[in-house]
């Protein structure tokens, strides 16, 4: 089975930092594009930012210049550094995986836990 495993979370006060781990374990046979999303209370999920295989980069347009995101291939880890960091980024951060457990399946979709971030103003 397939798990997905976030840290680096918690409470930082406005301005601060935080770096946030994602690590997929398991029956994996090749990893696709890696992401994080964010849900804040009565929100919606949203889209953080993705990295393909090959590094290429999006972002929502509110962190982007404040947040990084960056993969480890050798690891199945992707990382989420988020600097400047402001009171309205506080959400669950959950990462997502696109993945395929073998030559021959599908490619599918996998979630981790979430793990809660909260900045203090």
């Known amino acids: 089975q397939v798990q997905l495993v976030e840290s680096g979370g918690g409470l930082v006060q406005g301005g601060g930092s935080l770096r946030l781990s994602c690590a997929a374990s398991g029956s994996i046979f090749s990893i696709d594009g890696m992401a994080w999303y964010r849900q804040a209370p009565g929100k919606q999920r949203e889209l953080v930012a993705a990295?393909?295989?090959?590094?290429?980069?999006n972002y929502a347009h509110s962190v982007k210049g404040r947040f990084t995101i960056s993969r480890d291939n050798t690891k199945n880890t992707v990382y989420l550094q988020m600097n400047s960091l402001k009171p309205e980024d506080t959400a669950v951060y959950y990462c997502n995986a696109v993945l395929a457990l073998s030559s021959t399946s599908p490619q599918t979709v996998w979630w981790g836990q979430g793990t809660q971030v909260t900045v203090s103003s």
């Open positions: 990295i393909t295989t090959g590094g290429s980069t």
